[in-house]
Nanobody, 124 residues
Framework: QVQLVESGGGLVQAGGSLRLSCAAS????????MGWFHQAPGKEREFVAA????????RYADSVKGRFTISRDNAKNTVYLQMNSLKPEDTALYYC?????????????????WGQGTQVTVSS
């Protein structure tokens, strides 16, 4: 098992940047593929990014390609989401999640463990 706690959210002006962190405890982080999802009010939870166990492979939603970067530091049991060039449509509650699957998944159903979320609000 793993417990996840997100941090780093906040209010930022359009065009600005934030770095989200997800700290893990319990089983070592390297056991899991890690992903970020977000959910805006009235909308479904959406895939944002994912990173393989070693950090060598990544996947991104089309809407964030070129702007967001997911990374992990297994020695610190932490995964990050660097968000640049933020847009108002990025406003959402951001969750990190852990998957024990063999391959990276871009759907939320494959992720077993979830954090409580951190709010990101982008003003225009």
């Amino acid at each position: 098992q793993v417990q996840l706690v997100e941090s780093g959210g906040g209010l930022v002006q359009a065009g600005g940047s934030l770095r989200l962190s997800c700290a893990a405890s319990g089983r070592t982080l390297s056991y899991y593929i890690m992903g970020w999802f977000h959910q805006a009010p009235g909308k479904e939870r959406e895939f944002v990014a994912a990173v393989s166990r070693s950090g060598g492979s990544t996947r991104y939603a089309d809407s964030v390609k070129g702007r967001f970067t997911i990374s992990r530091d297994n020695a610190k049991n932490t995964v990050y989401l660097q968000m640049n060039s933020l847009k108002p449509e990025d406003t959402a509650l951001y969750y990190c999640a852990a998957s024990a699957t063999a391959l990276i998944s871009t759907t939320w159903g494959g992720y077993v463990y979830w954090g409580q979320g951190t709010q990101v609000t982008v003003s225009s």
